[in-house]
């Protein structure tokens, strides 16, 4: 083939390239017309991979439809709409991506610790990010983002951070932390172990107190430390209702089998679970502070003095704080 | 000569002189005649567990170590099996060869029709890869639409939560009954397996129910796990094949979560046994489980890993 014909065959492969690659996009462009698919990236926008099938929408208690049972926790952290869509690559390989809108940046916030693990590896995506074997879960504003792969081989993982690194620009807002994480002490905190509750389906989850509502948790953190032990901290209206609810868990925790050796103590109480973990449970203000594996009363009370200066810190009443 | 009675032609003539409310807890034994007392065995195994990677030998194994199909599946039958289509997420549904395998099984052992029962879209089977296999394996898809008139509703005499159930029509014209769960985390309840899988038989807004706890304690969990135990007072699978090999112990039962690989099958027909083995897998007891614990409590089954016969290979 001489130069001139192997000129024309390149441009004409490359027209085509052009015009496939535009109409992938088009195609795509077509559906994204507002609401959430606006956030969904275009096949065009992630290297290699595209959209597959029409995305699912899912507002409200409609949720139920999509994952059945799993709907629960969360709409205990306030849930709005989802939109789920798969993209798949030439080489087979899949991804599912789901952007979660909850009702508020604490929602937000609070479904994304649910569901992250404490072994993952933080990725600099959205407010905080972290990746785990096949998976991927990050929160920005009031959205959760989270991205499944079918397989751990390294172009899935680069394709899910990939349509992640995507999704994240696409939102807008930046979003707040509950004001609770800065009670929990510094020292020896894991980081990634941290929590945050809204109601008792998500503490369920993490420490099965009781399957009922002793506690009436409506705000909540947990944050696990080397030392072995795990501080749960409950914000109320008041030290009046925080010194109630303390009461009736006291109850619960007094009449209930699976606890043993129940002391109260001046403002507070102790038992031991069914493992033999040293629990101390106290009210300060308008808290309720919760040390669960501590060697003793008196280990416990010196893990909370850091939270109670914390929370004797505090100033306002303000929920949310700003990122850095 | 006593004419064997067929589960379907005795519901219909309970229904017709409505006993089937009073006589309940009977239905549950005549519904599948396929389950006929077993002989006593040269060895009783109550659970049996096979490990490795090839699904689909493992599950012939494991049935094999009961006695083989042919003692839950009669020749000519109509068989329901309900395997967990619920999400496509690894780890989060029973795995196709495992399926397979006990399509295939049934088939050998001469069952006249095998059906793979649902209320999911055909789209939950796609995903998953279990609609290509129900193809190939010449088995049947039915997918039941979320229309109440598609349930029959049963009373459930001794319900303690759950007074009455609303449960797939389609399931009663069948002999045998399969039940295929996967054993994972549930955020709801921490465990689901054998008992919990039955939900899907039973009529969406209920299982609404199941989840919505009474006005006083939305979202209590007891609620939960009394009304899955309240559910298998009227519904008793003839065999229970679990898969265990890959499964999310996080962020159950839709996952993503962290998975474990047990890569066990697991079988048996003691619903609260085999559920009290599964969560094992994951460092808890079956006596840790509200739901295990009320089917004990109830009588559905042994909850001591100590007082069944367990063969492993």
Known sequence: MNSKAKNLVISATMFSSCLLFFSVCSQDSGGLQGGLSRYLPQS???????????????????LYLYINGGAEIYHEYGFKEIIEQDYINANGKSISLEIFEMENDEAAYGIYTFKRSSEGKRLALGNEGQIEDYYLNFWKGNFLVTLTGFDEEEETVEGLVMIAKSVDAKIESKGKIPSLLSLLADEGLM?????YF???????????????????????IKGSYKGGFEVF???????????????????????SPRYKNFRPVDEAFQVIDSNDRFIFIKSFQKYILVV????????????LDSTQENISREKGDSPLRTLP | MTKKIRRRDFLEKSAKIGLSAAFGWRLTSSFFPGSMPHDSEKEKVDIAVVTGSDYLKNTEKAIKILGGIDKFVPKNSSVAILPNTQGKHPGTYTKPEIVRAVIRMCREAGAKEINCLSWLSRKYWDATGLGKVVEEEGANLKIVARDESLFKTIAIPKGKTLKEAKVMRELFNNDVFIDMPIT????GNKFTGTMKNLMGLNFPKINRFFHSGDAEQPDDIEHLDQCIADLNKIIKPDLCVVDATELITTNGPFGPGKLVKPQKIVAGVDRVAIDAYCCTLWGMEGKDIIMIKRGYEHGLGEIDLNKVKIKEA
């Open chain 1, 44 to 62: 065009c926008e992630v290297g290699g991979w595209i959209r597959n099938d029409i995305p699912q929408e899912y507002k409200g208690e409609d």
């Open chain 1, 233 to 255: 901290i409950f914000k109320y209206k008041d030290s009046k209702e925080s010194h109630k609810r303390l009461q009736e868990a006291s109850r619960s925790f007094r009449e």
């Open chain 1, 198 to 220: 809204k109601g008792n389906l998500g503490l369920y989850n993490s420490y099965r107190f009781f399957t009922k509502d002793v506690f009436g948790l409506r705000d909540g």
């Open chain 2, 184 to 187: 994972k985390d549930h955020a």
């Open chain 1, 292 to 303: 669960l594996g501590a060697r003793s009363r008196s280990a416990a009370k010196e893990i």
């Open chain 1, 191 to 195: 980081k990634l172990s941290i929590k």
